[in-house]
């Protein structure tokens, strides 16, 4: 049988939880459709710095450049936090995706029917939403020179924000040929009335946009987009913006879903290959507690197996089990009305197991 390689990396907190259910979906779904992965477990993050010294060793990289795709649960944590920067988790993350060549960050915000109760949001507000924001993943201010000075007013310090126009033009290609296979309309974000990045990035949508006519395009301003996205939530459909914006619009579209433990992702370069993991981070308030909602992973394998592995069906399979298991009524507690109900991470992973065929 084709033998698909999954580079497996728990990371910190709550990483380890949730990653533990999306194997047992592997798991499942080589029983149920007959396929077959061959997982390998590699350090990563804050556990990497204890264990290894360096948040992204190299025989990790090695281990996830020579995979079909990788599945990430979470790094960082308090422990860490005061550390220099190349001894953080999070310089991992910036480091694993630089190194992987993944520009393209894709994260699907889809209002489950029977969930509108538990999002703060007001269930007519929710109604239809199904959008996706795709987040440019390897520019801008994350990746632009840092440093700090001395200045007349004391300490300074220094991030800057660059992009070029081919780092520009690729994800808004990408974000096109998205949306022409959804409903057809684009939201390019960006700070064009202050930011000369985003007065290029602008610039290259609309030279872009003349290629897909079919495409409804809007330009719409960062901080009016936040707003929107809770005024009018489901008249997004493909939401394409630069990096630092992407991560903060991203993670208030999760709560349009009832809880960031709903929101999983896809992080692609140029071929089939990607790494994908749930938008939360690692959780160290709930860590070891069995209370994490293991979903956004779980939905992040659904993503790999369509978007790197072409598993329609068994993505499909993953999706309809989530949706099965959440209808039924089984809730963790991020995302439960009533706390006193709720099952766990394992107990959440189990069933939804055990509804996939
Ligand atoms: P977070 O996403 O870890 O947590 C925010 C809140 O959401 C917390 O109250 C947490 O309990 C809750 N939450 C998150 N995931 C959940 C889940 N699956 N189920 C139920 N509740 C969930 O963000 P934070 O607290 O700002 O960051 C914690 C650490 O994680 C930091 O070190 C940060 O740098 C790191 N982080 C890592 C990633 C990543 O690895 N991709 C992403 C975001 C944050
Ligand atoms: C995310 C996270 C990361 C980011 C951090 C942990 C570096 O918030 O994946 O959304 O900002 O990209
Ligand atoms: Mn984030």
Redesign the pocket.
């Given at each position: 049988a084709d033998v698909k390689k999954i580079a497996v990396i728990a990371?910190?907190?709550?990483?380890p939880e949730?990653v533990a259910e999306a194997e047992k979906i592997l798991k499942r779904t080589e029983e149920v459709f007959g396929l077959s992965f061959e997982t390998e477990h590699a350090l990563f993050?804050?556990i990497a710095i204890d264990k290894k010294g360096t948040p992204l060793p190299e025989e990790t990289l090695a281990v996830c450049q020579t995979a079909d795709a990788v599945l990430?649960?979470?790094?960082?944590?308090?422990q860490?936090?005061n550390n220099p920067k190349e001894l953080?988790?999070?310089t991992g993350?910036l480091g694993i995706r630089k190194e992987l060549g993944l520009f393209s960050n894709l994260r699907p915000a889809v209002v489950f029917d029977c969930l509108k109760d538990a999002s703060t949001l007001k269930p007519e507000v929710l109604e239809g939403t199904d959008l996706i924001v795709v987040r440019e993943l390897t520019g801008g201010i994350y990746f632009g020179e840092k440093f700090r000075r001395e200045s007349p007013q004391g300490e300074e310090a220094v991030d800057t924000c660059a992009y070029n126009v081919t780092e520009v033009e690729r994800i808004v290609r990408q974000s096109f040929e998205i949306a022409q296979k959804r409903r057809k309309k684009l939201a390019s974000v960006d700070k064009a009335n202050v930011l000369e990045t985003s007065r290029l990035w602008r610039e290259v949508v609309n030279r872009v946009a003349v290629d897909y006519p079919d495409v409804e395009l809007e330009h719409v301003l960062v901080d009016n987009c936040a707003m929107q996205l809770l005024r009018r939530p489901s008249s997004f459909d493909v939401i394409v913006t630069e990096n630092m914006f992407g991560d903060i619009l991203s993670?208030e579209a999760a709560m349009l879903t009832g809880?960031?433990?709903?929101l999983s992702s896809a992080s692609l370069g140029q071929g089939s290959f990607g790494l994908y993991?749930?938008?939360?981070?690692?959780?160290?308030?709930?860590?070891g507690q069995g209370?994490?909602?293991?979903?956004?992973?779980i939905l992040s394998v659904a993503l790999m197996f369509r978007l790197t592995f072409g598993y329609e069906k068994a993505a499909d399979a993953i999706e309809k089990a989530v949706a099965e298991v959440l209808d039924a009524g089984h809730r963790?507690?991020?995302?439960a009305v009533d706390k006193s109900q709720a099952i766990s991470?394992t107990q959440m992973g189990d069933l939804i197991a055990a509804a996939i065929r």
């Open positions: 990371g910190d907190g709550i990483g949730v993050g804050g990430l649960g979470a790094v960082g944590g308090p860490w936090d953080r988790p999070e993350l993670d809880s960031i433990g709903m993991e749930p938008v939360h981070g690692s959780a160290p308030d709930i860590a209370l994490a909602n293991p979903i956004a992973t963790t507690a991020d995302i991470t």
